[in-house]
């Protein structure tokens, strides 16, 4: 069998994905349990509603569970780079594994087969391979600190810290930017280092930092040759027109930078704080062209968003044009 060819579930339970989301993280598990019998019984009982994609036996044994198209009930609670409903946006993967002793050379070949073939299959590139408790820190422990990230990570197969550079700040907010989901300090630093660096122990500390700050720089920045977008009400904008710049909306005044969205955040940006208004005007930048005063920080839940720590130019405009209302009260965009 290879993973292409599932078409049929052999557990029940699975859902449709929702909001037509498509794979962009694989979650790597391990079952926890000392009898693959029973982990099989489990993640195919309508009662249990739990189930995964895949499960790995330690001989190597794939079995698919659950055909990738559909959403595997695998994730739970938990969230990663402030996206929610990780069911909906992975694939599970099992390891049979008690979750006290290594995982054998058999089961680990047949992951790092099964991840690359997800991998090509659905574009997802190594950052979105993640362990179940890099999304849910506050109650899970899976894959664990047996676990061998850095036999991915030289495949290409897992995120790896690019060196241990000199931090830029505490370990919080580099946690944010990573993807890590708010919650209790202590649970997120102990996932982390279940991740990057099992062996360190004792509170944070600089290895933590340097670490985290390493993971910063594997992660591809934001591309900045894609415009970004901002929304004036009519008074701003004829003030933007008159004064050849703007220092924004009173929030932008109030947090000492404007606020930018790119096309995927601005539905989410004109709902939360645009809904139903009148005569609108959507600008787009050049998000290269806005230079080192653009940044992509952590916002709305935890997703990278473009500020800009200067007053935005009329001469920064690629384009503009009103933001209509349609029949069904949002706001129409159009090709972005």
């Known amino acids: 069998m290879t993973p292409g ?6 557990s029940p339970n699975h859902s449709a994905r929702r909001d037509g989301l498509t794979p962009a993280l694989i979650v790597i598990h391990y079952t926890g349990m000392a009898s693959l019998t029973e982990v099989r019984a489990r993640l195919c009982d309508p009662a249990a509603e739990v189930s995964a994609h895949w499960l790995i036996a330690p001989d190597g044994t794939t079995e698919a569970l659950v055909p990738e198209t559909l959403r595997a009930w ?7 780079r402030g996206a929610g409903d990780i069911n909906s946006r992975s694939i599970g993967i099992e390891l049979h594994n008690p ?4 995982f054998p050379q058999p089961q680990m070949q047949a992951l790092e087969s099964l991840l690359a073939a997800i991998m090509a299959r659905w574009n997802i590139p190594a950052q979105g391979v993640i362990a179940h408790s890099d999304m849910a820190p506050d109650r899970k422990t899976d894959p664990g600190a047996r676990f061998d990230w850095g ?3 030289r495949q290409g197969l897992a995120l790896a810290p690019n060196g241990l550079p000199d931090p830029p700040g505490p370990l919080a907010p580099m946690l944010d930017r990573i993807g890590y989901p708010p919650g209790d300090d202590a649970a997120r630093l102990a996932a982390f280092r279940l991740r990057f660096c099992p062996w360190n122990r004792g509170a944070e500390n600089d290895l933590d930092r340097r670490t985290a700050a390493g993971a910063l720089a594997a992660l591809p920045a934001p591309d900045s040759a894609l415009p970004v977008y901002k929304v004036l009400r009519a008074d ?4 933007l027109q008159a004064q050849g710049e703007t220092a924004g909306a009173p929030v932008d005044l109030a947090d000492g930078y404007v606020h930018l969205s790119s096309a995927p955040q601005l539905p989410e940006t004109l709902g939360k704080h645009f809904a139903g208004a009148q005569g609108l005007q959507l600008l787009a930048c050049d998000a290269a ?3 080192p005063a653009l940044r992509w920080e952590p916002s709305r839940k935890n997703a990278l968003f473009p500020h800009l720590y200067r007053a935005l130019r009329l001469a920064d405009l690629m384009w503009h044009r009103p933001l209509p209302l349609g029949p069904d009260g ?5 090709d972005l």
């Open 5 to 10: 060819d599932v078409t049929a579930a052999a």
């Open 74 to 80: 695998h994730a739970g609670a938990g969230s990663w």
């Open 99 to 102: 979750g006290d002793r290594p």
């Open 151 to 153: 036999r991915l990570a």
């Open 236 to 239: 701003e904008w004829a003030a």
């Open 289 to 291: 062209a806005l230079g």
């Open 330 to 334: 949002h706001h129409l965009t159009g």
